[in-house]
């Protein structure tokens, strides 16, 4: 039997409905990506798949929102590779971090499965997060795991372990056989790590390799590193109030070919909170330009329509939010000319 | 940009509210009735102080502290925070410390006056972890598992024990046993205001009463000393 007639079994089986890249949890079956999208009439599934989702979310939202649901999740390739990203991932700090509460696990596998449905990729966690990867070992277990997973994970020192253990570690928490992406997370001890990162991914025991930082923090050390070390991604702070990297890091991506994820697109929550407790209204013309309904659409579409910037990554407890954070990936996006407009908007809040 | 300043309190606090809230309910859900129990226990201990009695006080609470060590911190806050199993490490120092210090009886009160200020704010601490604080949920409407009860949950559990000491222990002996329970408060009374959850208030003036407690029991003991230099 061949390894796409295999696969096709396994999806069939999937009792969620959800592509299953596996079934069952660490099963030996080695690279993901070009087998992925090597398969001819897998993708016609998906196509299917992402059609009944977009329709799903279209019958489940305001009829103001009904247009841009029908739009299809816009993605945006990793450079130098033909590999291609929705552009509104999931983080999972603090929100995915529930311990072994059945309830709470529930709720969250719910979130999970709303995120595949509408479309999404790249799922970021890290050994930071407490019981993250755990929560969502037991999301995909529960739902199967979905073609479009992306799986990102980061090696931090305080875990222990070297960065080889700690990948193995997390690999068996999330029950997968190997991550799309691991970065070192806020440059901790990163010489030694992303030297091992580089093995492990020569080895193809991990796909992508990269590194993190959060809040503006040691961005001087984080541009030396884009600059000297081969790395395929970066995740930094970047959302319409913090736009320090737009000054550097942003533009030497670009140039450096380096896949850019964004992280704290809602500053922690505070941005998009604050603006619906003062119930400040969006401007009309944000919803001429470029088709936003919501908060979600005007904070998200500002960050993922920067062109170097692949992939924004809000986190999220609720359902509810997450078909609001996946609709912003969808329909027109920001010009150059509207995005100074939207930056000059909220400065002048 | 300095990398210190842009750390704010949220970033230590791994988890959110919601999250900490039901890990309260579930500890109500799993040991109902047991809080029948350990509030018994604690409204010994508060009787026996009350009659001088303060040694059998601290070995009453002593297994209280080692149980919400392991049940809380070390088998469930653990799985959401690094650092939980340390302060259950920190909470079971605290059960062994009382019950050393009940062993030799050495700093214990050996009788109370009413209106020392130790004793008056030992005696709004037990009253407030052991009578108001577990009303506080459900009068705000929430279930009666996420009361928070002495000897399940460690607000209370440290908030009791605070007044207890205030209470039945003197002198150097008073001030070691009320470190734990003092930096359990501020750490919950932190993690409430990074999760920007009510009770956060509360709980930094509670903070406040015990260390009020603490500095009119040292200014008495300078007051009584002077006045006995001068009887000399």
């Known amino acids: ?349 | 940009m300095n990398d210190w300043a842009s750390y704010s309190l949220q970033n230590f606090i791994p988890f959110t509210e919601n999250v900490y809230f039901r890990l309260m309910e579930r500890m109500g859900e799993t040991f109902w009735p047991l809080h029948l129990l350990t509030l018994a226990l604690g409204a010994g201990a508060v009787a026996l102080v009350l009659k001088h009695r303060p040694r059998i006080a601290c070995l009453l609470i002593a297994p209280v502290w080692a149980f919400v060590a392991v049940a809380f911190f070390m088998q469930r806050y653990g799985q959401l925070n690094w650092a939980g199993d340390y302060i259950g490490y920190a909470f079971l120092a605290q059960a062994a410390l009382l019950v050393l210090i009940s062993l030799p009886g050495r700093g214990l009160g050996k009788s109370l006056h009413w209106k020392s200020p130790p004793v008056l704010t030992g005696g709004a601490l037990v009253f407030f972890g052991l009578v108001v604080q577990p009303l506080l949920a459900p009068l705000a409407g929430d279930s009666w598992y996420q009361a928070q009860v002495f000897g399940v949950h460690p607000d209370p559990t440290a908030i009791v024990s605070l007044g207890v000491i205030l209470l039945g222990l003197r002198s150097l002996a008073m001030w070691v046993a009320a470190v734990i329970p003092l930096l359990w408060i501020l750490i919950s009374a932190l993690t409430l205001l990074a999760l920007d959850a009510p009770g956060a208030t509360v709980l930094f003036a509670v903070l406040v009463i015990g260390v009020l407690g603490l500095i009119g029991d040292a200014c008495c003991n300078v007051a009584f000393l002077k006045r006995s230099n001068k009887g000399e």
């Not at chain 1, 999806?11 to 398969?39: H, K, T, V, W």
């Not at chain 1, 890091?249 to 003062?278: F, M, S, W």
């Not at chain 1, 027109?332 to 000319?337: D, L, N």
């Open chain 1, 1 to 349: 039997m061949s390894r796409g007639n295999a696969i096709n079994k396994e999806q069939d089986a999937c009792p969620d409905g959800i592509f299953c890249r596996y079934l069952g949890r660490n099963q030996s079956q080695p690279g993901a990506g070009a087998e992925r999208l090597a398969m001819n009439n897998r993708l016609t599934r998906r196509q299917i798949l992402r059609l009944m989702g977009a329709t799903l979310a279209a019958v489940s939202l305001p009829s103001g929102q009904l247009f841009a649901a029908a739009d299809p999740l816009l993605e945006k390739p990793v450079p130098g590779a033909g590999h291609k990203l929705p552009v509104i991932g999931m983080g999972t700090w603090r929100t995915f971090n529930v311990g072994n509460d059945p309830q709470l696990l529930e709720a969250r596998t719910e979130v999970v499965r709303e995120f595949f449905r509408l479309g999404g990729g790249l799922v970021d966690s890290s050994p930071m997060y407490g019981s993250a990867p755990d929560v969502m070992g037991y999301a995909l277990e529960k739902l199967g795991i979905p073609e479009s997973l992306f799986a990102a994970e980061k090696v931090w020192s305080p875990a222990g372990g070297s960065a080889r253990e700690q990948v193995e570690s997390l690999e068996q928490r999330w029950g997968v056989n190997r991550f799309d992406l691991v970065q070192v997370h806020n440059l901790t001890d990163w010489r030694t790590h992303l030297a091992a990162l580089q093995e492990m991914k020569a080895e193809g025991r991990v796909g992508y390799v990269g590194i993190t930082t959060s809040h503006g923090r040691r961005h001087g050390e984080f541009e030396q590193i884009m600059g000297s070390e081969d790395i395929d991604f970066v995740q930094l702070t970047y959302n319409i109030t913090h736009r320090e990297a737009e000054n550097r890091l942003l533009p030497l991506a670009k140039e450096r070919g380096i896949a850019v994820i964004a992280n704290r697109p809602y500053d922690g929550g505070r941005l998009i909170k604050g603006l619906q407790r003062r119930g400040e209204k969006l401007p009309r013309w944000a919803e001429e330009e470029c088709g936003c309904n919501t908060w979600a659409d005007f904070l998200l579409k500002f960050i993922v329509s920067h062109p170097a910037v692949n992939c924004a990554i809000p986190a999220t407890t609720r359902v509810e939010h997450m078909k609001e954070n996946m609709l912003a990936g969808r329909g027109e996006m920001p010009s150059a000319a509207s995005r100074k407009r939207m930056a000059a908007f909220i400065e002048s809040l």
